[in-house]
């Protein structure tokens, strides 16, 4: 079955670190991945999505990259904030017009950022 | 910026009831979806709906809801008779196509089922 696996443990970083984060996807073959912020209590917030043809995309102090070799993508925050506190999703997607759209979403990773 | 827009944001309803949540979703998407979150568990997807009619939906989607789009800009999840292990965040989500250029999530309903 398929299967999505983020690290379980919180990830504590120090203000203006980096912080990276991975997903790994098993008995799948995602043309799209999302990451997605989820803070406590709230619904998740699309932040990136990157194509299976693409190797790296950027936005902001955002970096997401996508290895369709290794199943894999990572996610990473440069210069983190304390405001970059939250839960981050991983979430493959099947093609378009395969899924109609269903997103399984990782347990997602916790990040803390302390001043 | 546009938004999903859920109500109520918090409902207590007694086991074996029914009960119905709403969504407003943003007003040019097509898609539409319904994923819940038990506390401290991950976002399972419930449903999608295109064109009026469901489009997929998970093994949690059994015959004890029903999804609907009573008029141009309500979406609405319907749990029939309501079990304790029905007690979740709901969000609504919706998007333009088909979720390749993300998704909206609203701020979801905390059902409580007591």
């Known amino acids: 079955s398929q299967k999505i696996e983020q690290n379980s443990e919180a990830l504590n970083i120090q203000e203006g670190k980096t912080a990276t984060l991975t997903c790994n996807y098993t008995?799948?073959?995602?043309?799209?991945l999302q990451w997605y912020r989820q803070d406590p209590g709230r619904g998740p917030v699309f932040l990136l999505l990157?194509?299976?043809?693409?190797k790296e995309k950027r936005k902001e102090r955002l970096k997401v990259t996508f290895d369709t070799t290794l199943k894999q993508s990572l996610f990473h925050i440069t210069a983190s904030q304390p405001a970059d506190s939250a839960t981050y999703l991983c979430a493959p997607l099947r093609g378009a017009t395969d899924s109609w759209g269903k997103l399984q979403f990782g347990a997602g990773t916790q990040v803390v950022v302390t001043p | 910026e546009p938004e999903v827009t859920q109500t109520p944001s918090h409902q207590v309803t007694q086991m074996g009831q029914e009960v119905i949540l709403r969504c407003v979703p943003i007003s040019n998407h097509l898609y539409f979806y319904w994923y819940r979150q038990i506390l401290g568990q991950k976002v399972e997807f419930l449903v999608s709906f295109y064109n009026n009619e469901i489009s997929e939906k998970s093994e949690i989607f059994d015959d004890q809801f029903s999804v609907e789009r009573p008029d141009g800009s309500n979406f609405t999840l319907k749990i029939r008779s309501t079990k304790l292990e029905d007690s979740a965040m709901y969000f609504c989500?919706?998007?333009?196509?088909?979720?390749?250029?993300?998704?909206?999530f609203g701020s979801g309903t905390r059902l409580t089922v007591v």
């Open positions: 990157i194509r299976e043809n693409e």
């Open positions: 989500a919706s998007s333009e196509v088909t979720g390749v250029y993300g998704y909206t």
């Open positions: 008995n799948y073959s995602p043309a799209y």
